[in-house]
């Protein structure tokens, strides 16, 4: 189900053993952009491609090792993070659902030995290291025992870091189930949440893209 294109598990675990308490950030990238149009992993910020920016981003924050989980467009996607240190994971069967790709996620930090795992997605195009670093002082400051996610609006959701102990449920997801069924399980004092403003922004619709756009061209002057 899941193809590591780097064979890197070894040398992953290797890193994990020489940080403290450390967890595996997972940029989840598979979908197939239908309501967009377009390939979003592909779609240009700042002159390169989503996916880069975002994997760029996570090793920024230095919060422990990188992996992108891919399935439709992989050839593609997996040509634009080529040169950096990130290990490409594919999805063969990405077409199932969201469920099926934290579920790849989740298998790549179990077979890390990880305390835990970031999970973001690759059109949040907003969020910066700071963000993540945000999320992982909370995890860290609940001895890495309770989940974190971040509020955007009313609502809750990714970025969020998984404890171990939640890793055996993230390995049960199927279909187009996200995470949200496993948080919902956790008590109260189990789940913290994180202010992160950023994390509302998201890259679904033609409209969404028309506003990133409109914020390329801002930044170019």
Same mark, same amino acid.
């Given at each position: ?33 239908r309501r967009l149009g377009q390939p979003k992993q592909l779609v240009a910020l700042g ?29 593609? #996607? /997996? *040509?634009?993070?080529? =040169? ?5 994971? %594919?999805?063969? &069967?990405?077409?199932? @659902? ?28 907003r969020l910066t290291a700071a963000d993540l670093n945000s999320l992982h002082a909370a ?8 989940? #974190? /996610? *971040?509020?955007?609006? =009313? ?5 969020? %870091?998984?404890? &171990?102990?939640?890793? @055996? ?49 801002? #930044?170019?002057?």
């Amino acid at each position: 189900m899941i193809r590591n294109e780097l064979s890197e598990m070894v040398s992953l675990g290797e890193r994990l053993n020489t940080a403290t308490e450390p967890a595996v950030l997972a940029i989840l990238a598979p979908g197939a952009s239908r309501r967009l149009g377009q390939p979003k992993q592909l779609v240009a910020l700042g002159g390169e491609p989503l996916l880069r920016r975002q994997c760029r981003t996570a090793l920024e924050a230095q919060i422990g090792p990188v992996a992108a989980i891919l399935g439709c467009h992989a050839a593609e #996607c /997996a *040509a634009t993070i080529i =040169d950096l240190p990130v290990t490409r994971n %594919i999805n063969e &069967r990405w077409a199932e @659902g969201l469920g099926v790709s934290i579920r790849c996620a989740a298998q790549v930090a179990a077979a890390a030995d990880a305390s835990g795992l970031l999970l973001l997605h690759v059109d949040q195009y907003r969020l910066t290291a700071a963000d993540l670093n945000s999320l992982h002082a909370a995890w860290l400051d609940s001895r890495c025992l309770s989940a #974190c /996610a *971040a509020i955007h609006g =009313d609502d809750f959701g990714p970025p969020v %870091i998984f404890p &171990r102990r939640c890793f @055996g449920e993230l390995l049960q997801l199927n279909g187009d189930a996200g995470a949200r069924s496993v948080l919902a399980k956790l008590p109260a004092d189990a789940l913290q949440r994180v202010e992160i403003p950023n994390a509302i922004a998201d890259l679904d619709l033609p409209a969404h893209l028309t506003a990133l756009s409109a914020r390329n061209r801002a #930044c170019s002057f």
